[in-house]
């Protein structure tokens, strides 16, 4: 089974950057890396996704225009570069694996890691 290790995630000010990672112990034919997030009280949320085949990016509405996924096959690691973030950016996120056509709900995802937490303070 593909295991997954978040990493990055920390304190930062309102307006700051912060890039999360996560890599994987390997693909078996697992086709998309996603990640989500988590506030406290609310339910997950679809953040970005990144097929391993063709780089196309997904992004959900936190992402789109703020955020920006990318991949090193190499090194079967997926980034999310988070700018110009803010309070309501706060969560845990976690990465996520998954072989369906859909990438946006978390149902699509099949291996999950243990999330990173990331606060942003005012």
């Known amino acids: 089974q593909v295991q997954l290790v978040e990493s990055g995630g920390g304190l930062v000010q309102a307006g700051g950057s912060l890039s999360l990672s996560c890599v994987a112990s390997?693909?078996?034919?697992?086709?998309?890396m996603g990640w989500f997030r988590q506030a406290p009280g609310k339910e997950r949320e679809f953040v970005a996704a990144?097929?391993?085949?063709?780089?196309?990016?997904y992004y959900g509405h936190p992402g789109q225009g703020r955020f920006t996924i990318a991949r090193d096959l190499a090194k079967n690691t997926v980034y999310l570069h988070m700018y110009r973030l803010q309070p309501e950016d706060t969560a845990v996120y976690y990465c996520?694996?998954?072989?369906?056509?859909?990438?946006?709900?978390?149902?699509?995802?099949?291996?999950w890691g243990q999330g990173t937490q990331v606060t942003v303070s005012s």
């Open positions: 996520a694996a998954g072989a369906g056509n859909t990438v946006s709900q978390v149902r699509d995802y099949v291996t």
């Open positions: 990144i097929r391993w085949i063709d780089d196309s990016p």
């Open positions: 390997g693909r078996n034919g697992l086709t998309t």
